[in-house]
């Protein structure tokens, strides 16, 4: 079995690559799912409570994603430090549960899992991940798609910011598939992906 990393910037269509490649028999790992995981953990909960204040959560005990995002892409140097504290809170986290399903699936029939993860690179996942495939895309065609987020003003930037360079980024890659046109353009070049690193190896 092997390991797929999807790495790109904000919108680039990471997750329609995802999609793609389950179509073909992968297992997806989701970071987003595996964060929601996390903030239903008590600990969790309780530590970012201590932190923010018990307004971080809402009604039933759960962290508000909203709030927590105003303080982490704040620009300031505070944001920037409360960006860090959450990513070290997380990031280990979230990485022992990617490895122990890794590992499940490796004892299974699965050709390959996927690592669908905003900050993989940044949270240092990519040494997990046999194949990184850089999921490019322009960015008019990335804002685009971000506007339907309902973000505020700014948010792209401020979300592009936190993350690792475009271009530095790109360098990691192992693969280059274009999302910029229709789903169908997506899946024809995943498969040819598939076909020549996953299928000859399984």
């Known amino acids: 079995m092997k390991t797929i990393g999807l790495i790109g910037g904000i919108a680039s269509g990471k997750s329609a690559a995802a999609a793609a490649l389950r ?6 790992l989701d970071a987003d799912a595996a964060v929601g995981q996390q903030f239903a953990n008590p ?7 201590e932190r923010w204040g018990p307004e971080i959560l809402d009604e039933q005990g759960r962290p508000r994603r909203g ?3 105003a303080r982490i ?3 300031s140097s505070e944001g920037e430090a409360e960006r860090l504290w959450i ?3 997380l990031h280990p986290r979230v990485r022992g549960a990617f490895e122990a399903e890794i590992a499940r699936l490796a004892a299974t029939d699965c050709p390959a899992a ?3 993860a905003p900050l993989l690179l940044e949270a240092g996942w990519g040494e997990i991940c046999d194949e990184l495939v850089w999921v490019d895309c ?7 798609r971000a506007a339907t987020r309902g973000w505020p003003p700014g948010e792209f930037e401020r979300r592009e910011a936190a993350q690792m360079p475009i271009e530095q980024k790109r360098a990691h890659a192992s693969w280059t598939v274009d999302s910029g ?3 169908d353009e997506l899946a024809q070049q995943i498969g040819q992906f598939w076909s020549e690193r996953i299928a000859t190896t399984n």
């Open 23 to 28: 179509e073909l028999g992968a297992a997806v």
């Open 43 to 49: 600990e969790v909960q309780r530590l970012l409570a």
């Open 67 to 69: 709030a927590i995002a």
């Open 73 to 75: 892409f704040d620009p």
């Open 87 to 89: 990513e070290q809170l």
């Open 114 to 116: 996927v690592v669908d």
């Open 138 to 144: 322009p960015e008019p065609i990335r804002r685009q």
């Open 181 to 183: 046109g229709t789903l």
